[in-house]
């Protein structure tokens, strides 16, 4: 590991397939946190969840190999929107233009 690191490559790639699923699971909510939207921290979520129980359904590499968990969308989403800042309130419409009449009067 010690010579990967040193090389520059990224070491959870060499891990096997469910300590690698654990790993990213945890880091789920940090990488949540950069999504600018609900609708893609929800699809990043069920991406997971699809990649862990496509993983249950594989035959196990040895018997000691670990199984992940699901990630909850709900608390992933609930944690995303507690971290956002509060929208903006919105900016006050201009005051309508006076109109000028057609025809003015003479004095």
């Known amino acids: 590991m010690a010579k990967a690191r040193r090389e520059g490559v990224e070491t959870a790639e060499m891990l096997p397939p469910g300590l690698r699923l654990r790993r990213e699971r945890d880091e789920l909510p940090a990488r949540a946190a950069r999504l600018a939207s609900e609708a893609q921290v929800r699809a990043l979520a ?6 862990v129980e496509a993983f249950w359904r594989r035959p196990a590499e040895s018997r000691w ?43």
């Open 46 to 51: 069920e991406d997971y969840n699809a990649r």
């Open 65 to 107: 190999a670990p199984v992940p968990g699901l990630a909850d969308v709900e608390a992933l989403v609930a944690g995303w929107l507690r971290d956002r800042p509060p929208p903006p309130p919105p900016a006050p419409a201009p005051p309508p233009a006076a109109r000028r009449r057609w025809r003015r009067r003479r004095s």
